[in-house]
């Protein structure tokens, strides 16, 4: 089966830099994405790391290491509109789109 | 706007009643999920249509039941829900590849909030 860990709650300051951790177990592994999703609304696409390393989007970066199983998104500039949830999420290869998400971890950005 | 529509947005329903909720894509993709998300805990994949055909079922009760008319529309029917199905019940699409294998991004709706009563 798969599992994925992150904490469930984070405070930052506005204009700090955070760091959101994710480790996971799967079956098998094709790639760790990230999601946000605010109060009411829909989970939005962040990112996808399908190889070691840093990828980055604007103030938003995701990082991979697949032997160690874990990865994190970073957040930086934190802005108040960041207070969120986010998700990590494995795809692997037990069948079509077999994504599992992750607890979440609540974001609260505070003055 | 997410290019996934769900409606209705909230539903009470009592124990003995049945309803539908409906979700509609306008991305063009070719696969479309049901997820329902409870309180503190992970989003948990109920259902997966890919080209029209459920590829995948995870052990959900069989009083859900999904339809998938076309590769734009689904619907998952409610008849004699329990009040621990109450949660928020997320459609979503994403574009499956001629490998089988998906894009790395699922689109999400709004969900629609179900309380059981």
């Known amino acids: 089966g798969q599992s994925l860990e992150q904490p469930s709650e984070v405070t930052a300051v506005e204009g700090a830099i955070v760091q959101i951790n994710c480790t996971y177990q799967t079956s098998g592994f094709y790639g760790l994405s990230w999601y946000q999703q605010h109060d009411g609304g829909a989970p939005t696409f962040l990112s996808y790391n399908a190889l070691d390393g840093l990828e980055e989007t604007g103030r938003f970066s995701s990082f991979l290491s697949r032997s160690d199983s874990y990865g994190y998104l970073l957040l930086q500039e934190l802005q108040m509109k960041d207070s969120a949830s986010y998700f990590c999420?494995?795809?692997?290869?037990?069948?079509?789109?077999?994504?599992?998400f992750g607890t979440g971890t609540k974001l609260q950005v505070i003055p | 706007e997410t290019g996934v529509t769900q409606t209705p947005r909230h539903l009470v329903m009592g124990m003995t009643n049945k309803k539908s909720l409906k979700c509609e894509q306008h991305l063009g993709h070719n696969a479309m999920y049901w997820y329902k998300q409870s309180a503190k805990k992970p989003l948990e994949l109920m259902f997966v249509y890919s080209l029209e055909e459920r590829v995948e079922n995870n052990s959900v009760p069989s009083r859900f039941s999904p339809e998938c008319p076309n590769s734009s529309h689904l619907f998952l029917h409610l008849h004699t829900l329990q009040p621990e199905d109450s949660a928020l019940y997320l459609c979503a699409s994403s574009q499956v590849q001629e490998t089988g294998i998906s894009g790395n991004t699922i689109y999400f709706g709004e969900g629609s909030w179900l309380t059981v009563v």
């Open positions: 999420a494995v795809r692997d290869s037990g069948g079509y789109q077999k994504v599992t």
